[in-house]
């Protein structure tokens, strides 16, 4: 057999493994589309694999999903197309103005400082709620004030202790992660809730589920987008410095645009991690700015969970991601590599 049989023949088994791959990626999603057509009887009665040979499908589940008997479905929609791409896209460019300003510049942060803001914040958050009897929220907004002010004051001179870097500033960024969520969830929860006591109504509104959602969305982010920051080179910047560019200027005018394919695919994984979220808008809306997930886990009855209604309204909920995911997908996928390859 001469070579280029042997190639022939390697590449017709890198196709049939590919075409094997793709089958097994699919047929999840196949499984759920022809699982939203069936009836009641065809779900419960045994697997079915082809509509009009096996089972003949039917619009029910569709049709109870868009006339609201399976709750508010264009509600729930808009209130996760509408967080989601806000809180994304605030998400990264915050996230990016930190991860240029920790890959362009050098923080020193004294550990005794941030000592000082957790006592601080503690103690006079147990000071004000137990000897002045100042409400929760109140004692915790005042505390955190005093306590990142004190402490940003006495970080400028030499304090005993360690001097943490950029990197480690960068590592207690990516910690955030690793909180359970429903630990934070309910801690914003409690705090919402006496916020709301005051007169600032955060549950169940666009501001407080987007801030929850910014925040949460932020170490990923700013982890992303430093190593795409990081690879872009810096004569150009230097070049617009030499010419008296405002450091702003230089951020949206040359950074931004060259880190284009970084901020996209940073854009399109927030986005994801958003739109699929189910914790915190579980915890933090009730009706008006509930979210698609939200109406996918209530797809239920006393029968038990209705998997042909759930399989429509997840179907609904999946194709959004997939189609913006294959619209820039290309330019992801050179963002992920940019990033990764320095």
Known sequence: ???????????????????????????????VA????????????????????????????????????RGEFFSNFWSSTIVALSSAVIATIIGSMAAYALVRFTFRVRLMSGVTFFVVAMGGFLFGREVLGIGPATASIIAFCVALALSIFINRFKLPGPVLGNDDIVFWFVSQ???????VAFALFLLYTEMGKLGFRMT??????????????????????????ASLPVDVEEAAMVDNVPTWRIFFGIVLPMSKPGLIATFVITLAFVWNEFLFALFLTNSKWQTLPILVAGQNSQRGDEWWAISAAALVAIVPMVIIAGLLGRMMRSGLLMGAVK
Do not use: N
């Open 34 to 69: 022809i699982t939203s057509l069936k009836s009641p009887v065809d779900v419960v009665g045994g697997p079915t694999y082809l509509p009009f040979v096996d089972f003949q499908p039917t619009l029910k589940a569709w049709t109870e999903l868009f006339s609201g008997i």
């Open 204 to 229: 169940d509104t666009y501001f407080g589920l987007t801030l929850a959602y910014i925040a949460f969305s932020l170490p990923i982010v700013i982890w992303l987008m430093r190593d795409f920051i």
């Open 177 to 183: 992660r690793l909180f359970p969520p429903i630990v």
């Open 1 to 31: 057999m001469s070579v280029r049989d042997l190639r022939g023949a390697k590449r017709h088994w890198v196709l049939f493994g590919c075409l094997i791959w793709l089958t097994f990626a699919l047929f999840p999603l196949y499984w």
